[in-house]
């Protein structure tokens, strides 16, 4: 079992930068890809990037590519979501999640969920 808290939502104007966090229970973190997605209202949950069990190899939606950065700490069971150039658009509850399958972007795959933290970006 794992079990996946998130913090660092909150309320930014747009071209801001927000740095998510997600702590992992347990001691087996490092088995575990981790992702992040996003939801906003009235939509389906969406891939936002995924990290390998490492941290060497990273996956971004092409909507987030070149603002956003996925990294972890393995130390810290901690997988992180750097968020810069934010746009109204990336406003959502954002959640981190594990799966022992690299290289998904299907929420079908990842095992255990967070709860959520939002991220309201204004104009």
């Known amino acids: 079992q794992v079990q996946l808290v998130e913090s660092g939502g909150g309320l930014v104007q747009a071209g801001g930068s927000l740095r998510l966090s997600c702590v992992a229970s347990?001691?087996?973190?490092?088995?575990?890809?981790m992702g992040w997605f996003r939801q906003a209202p009235g939509k389906e949950r969406e891939f936002v990037a995924a990290?390998?069990?490492?941290?060497?190899?990273?996956y971004y939606a092409e909507s987030v590519k070149g603002r956003f950065t996925i990294s972890r700490d393995n130390a810290k069971n901690t997988v992180y979501l750097q968020m810069n150039s934010l746009k109204p658009e990336d406003t959502a509850v954002y959640y981190c999640?594990?799966?022992?399958?690299?290289?998904?972007?299907?929420?079908?795959?990842?095992?255990?969920w967070g709860q959520g933290t939002q991220v309201t970006v204004s104009s």
């Open positions: 999640a594990a799966t022992t399958v690299w290289a998904t972007a299907s929420i079908r795959d990842y095992d255990y």
């Open positions: 347990g001691r087996t973190f490092s088995s575990y890809c």
């Open positions: 990290i390998s069990w490492s941290g060497g190899r990273k």
